[in-house]
């Protein structure tokens, strides 16, 4: 029985063992698939500044235009 007792708890052991490598590989992943949404959505954000910043200098541009235009 001794043997079989050692058997059964090494089995427990690496069954616990792949069970924590598989948690912490799902976790990596998450890790891993948060930095890449949170890149993304920062070049998104830049992208809004720099459409924004084109906006205002069209903007800038034609009421300089304008206002030569009135004089």
């Not at 001794?2 to 090494?10: I, M, P, R, T, V």
């Not at 890449?36 to 069209?58: C, G, I, M, T």
């Amino acid at each position: 029985m001794g043997f079989l007792e050692n058997a059964k708890d090494a089995a427990q052991a690496t069954g616990k063992k792949i069970g924590e490598a598989v948690d912490d590989a799902k976790d990596r992943i998450g890790d891993k698939v948060d930095e890449v949404r949170a890149d993304a959505e920062v070049k998104r954000a830049e992208a809004d500044v720099k459409r924004a910043e084109a906006e205002r200098d069209s903007t800038e541009a034609k009421n300089e235009y304008k206002e030569k235009l009135r004089d």
